[in-house]
């Protein structure tokens, strides 16, 4: 890449995004209650029944992985607070032994010119507000209110930077509509209720984090794909449109002010009976910024046995094309197109990158890991932002996800995203050629 790191501009933010969950481990230390993740993982729906009741022990050894950041000149850090290890029953009373975690991290990064990009919701909800519906519950739109109002207040005098939610249409898709992911329910009027109430709960946490913080940056995340067609045959240019209203847009304009994209995908009318009147207006709120997390393109193709969204995807596997451990394409333009994509909303706000990244078979030999395909896609994909920036899109910061190696969902260890190595027989730390690649770039004056 003949880019350089002056290329972004000074303000450029650079960094590398993780979550609680899946690095913390320390399931049940220290008053921490359980999460819907710690039920799902045993109930054994986890590729090799994998668990993460230890991952990549960073709640005991933090200061490792923060010297470890520091050593690759990463300046933001991007991480999740775990709400059961807060709430241990979802509401209060507090549990100040995991705040007290929290309180060690980010002084930890501030001693270190760190800045610590906080989000509060990375889909750990606790199993004890699950059994009151979780996400299907109105009620859960409080509940988050209170848990952030006491975060912003004990955080908030050293913590800046705020993101509300985590990819939405993730947790509530995969949780809620296919079961796939914690906490396993199933059905369209599931999907639906969740889908409403994680973006009432969005808007009003972020209102939460106005008024308990001052001067803060806040934005939230938003999973994005580029889709295309797989022809040029009118019903399949009709199912990639409704599989991009749906992926990536029905979350994002509500909280814009433009309410739900019914006419475009009109399965989300049925949410109608649990929209009550002035919802509209609670969905939006004025971000600092929105995070884009960009990895693959998809094609779709028309499909009369889908339900709902008569389309489907065609796998990368069966196109022929470079896809990685996921089964995702290797696409740097997607990067190009969703930053031009969602810039071209008339009131979108700074855009940052807050995830991006790729997942290969690693293996340390001699203790190295040439991850060569993973530093050539987060090249090529710098590459695709920054032809983007030059273009005009006002995309302010770039995290990578992620940065050790951890427990990935439902795909357990398998899939591998650090820039750092884990062995996690032993807790190693090997740091790959892609990190000493990024720490490289970030090191030029």
């Known amino acids: 890449m003949n880019l350089q790191r002056s290329d972004f501009g000074d303000d450029f933010q650079w960094g590398v995004s993780t979550a609680a969950f899946q690095v913390e481990g320390a399931h049940d230390a220290d008053g921490k209650g359980l999460s819907i993740w710690d039920v799902f993982t045993d109930s054994r729906r986890i590729k090799g029944n994998h668990h993460a009741r230890i991952a990549c022990d960073f709640y005991n050894c933090h200061e490792r992985d923060v010297d470890l950041i520091r050593q690759l000149h990463i300046s933001n850090f991007r991480f999740s607070l775990s709400w059961p290890r807060i709430f241990p029953s979802g509401k209060r009373p507090?549990?100040?032994r995991g705040f007290s975690f929290y309180d060690r991290l980010i002084d930890s990064l501030l001693e270190r010119n760190i800045d610590p990009w906080v989000t509060l919701?990375?889909?750990?909800?606790p199993h004890l507000l699950e059994l009151k519906g979780g996400w299907t519950n109105r009620d859960i739109v409080d509940w988050f209110s209170d848990y952030t109002a006491i975060c912003a207040r004990h955080l908030g005098d050293r913590v800046k930077n705020w993101i509300v939610m985590n990819e939405p249409s993730v947790f509530t898709g995969a949780g809620y509509f296919l079961g796939i992911h914690a906490p396993g329910k199933r059905g369209l009027p599931n999907f639906l209720k969740a889908m409403h109430h994680a973006t009432l709960a969005t808007a009003e946490g972020a209102r939460v984090l106005r008024s308990e913080t001052r001067n803060a940056n806040i934005g939230t995340t938003i999973s994005c794909t580029h889709i295309e067609p797989n022809t040029?045959?009118?019903?399949?240019?009709?199912a990639a449109n409704r599989v991009d209203t749906m992926l990536n847009r029905s979350f994002l304009e509500p909280l814009l002010g433009?309410?739900?994209?019914?006419d475009d995908l009109t399965v989300l009318r049925k949410m109608t009976p649990y929209i009550q009147a002035g919802d509209e207006q609670k969905m939006a709120f004025d971000f600092d910024f929105i995070g884009l997390q960009a990895y693959t393109r998809e094609l779709v193709r028309h499909s009369v046995f889908t339900p709902y969204l008569k389309a489907a995807i065609v796998?990368?596997?069966k196109r022929k094309v470079t896809f990685t451990e996921m089964g995702w394409e290797v696409f740097p333009e997607s990067m190009y197109h969703l930053l031009k994509q969602f810039s071209a909303y008339p009131k979108m706000p700074k855009i940052i990158v807050t995830e991006n990244g790729a997942a290969f078979k690693d293996v340390v030999s001699d203790g190295k890991v040439s991850d060569t395909d993973r530093l050539r896609y987060l090249e090529d994909h710098l590459e695709q932002l920054h032809?983007?920036?030059?273009?005009?899109v006002d995309v302010g910061g770039y995290f990578v996800w992620t940065l050790t190696d951890n427990f990935e969902w439902a795909e357990g260890y398998n899939a591998r995203f650090g820039l750092v190595h884990v062995d996690f027989d032993t807790q190693k730390r090997?740091?790959?050629e892609s990190g000493k690649w990024f720490a490289e770039f970030l090191a030029q004056i």
């Open 315 to 317: 796998p990368a596997k």
């Open 121 to 125: 919701y990375h889909w750990d909800l």
């Open 94 to 96: 507090v549990n100040l």
């Open 430 to 432: 090997t740091i790959k």
């Open 258 to 262: 433009l309410g739900y994209p019914m």
């Open 232 to 238: 040029d045959l009118k019903r399949d240019i009709e």
């Open 387 to 392: 032809r983007a920036k030059s273009e005009g």
